[in-house]
C-alpha cells in the first residue's frame, strides 16, 4: 500500500511516498529525491557503504521514523543516471554528459536541432 507523506527532508507535502509492505517500508520525495527504507536505522547503514562520499554526507536522520535518508541514485537506462554531484555545500542533480563525438546527440538533447539533421547534406537533397 502506498500513501503520501510529509518529507522529513523538505517538509514537502504533497510529492514524498511511503510504500508499505508486510515487513518493509520505503520512502522516496520526488521534489528534493532522498529516499529511505526501514532498514536504514542508525545501526544499519552498511548497505550504503559502497555509495559516494558525497551521498553519505548528506544523509539525513528521520527522528520520527528513526532512519536515515539519502539522495537517491536512479539508473534510467538509456536515458542515463540521476545521481548528486558537488560538494556537500554546493551540490546539484547531474547534468547530462555526452562523448567527445556526440555534440549533435547533445544538441538533439537540447532541442537546439531536430533529429532529422543529415551529417551528409548532399543526402537530404535525395
Known sequence: MERVIDCPVCYDKDTCFEDMQDTFNSYMCFNCGFMSNSHYTEGNTDKVESSTKLIQDLKFFDEERKIYWFPSVVNMGK????????????????????????????????????????????????
Open 79 to 126: 536515458l542515463g543516471i540521476i545521481y548528486p554531484e558537488g560538494s556537500v555545500d554546493n551540490w546539484g542533480w547531474n547534468a547530462m554528459v555526452y562523448g567527445q563525438y556526440e555534440f549533435l546527440k547533445a544538441c538533439q538533447a537540447m532541442g537546439i536541432v531536430g533529429n532529422n539533421l543529415h551529417k551528409n547534406p548532399s543526402s537530404a537533397e535525395a
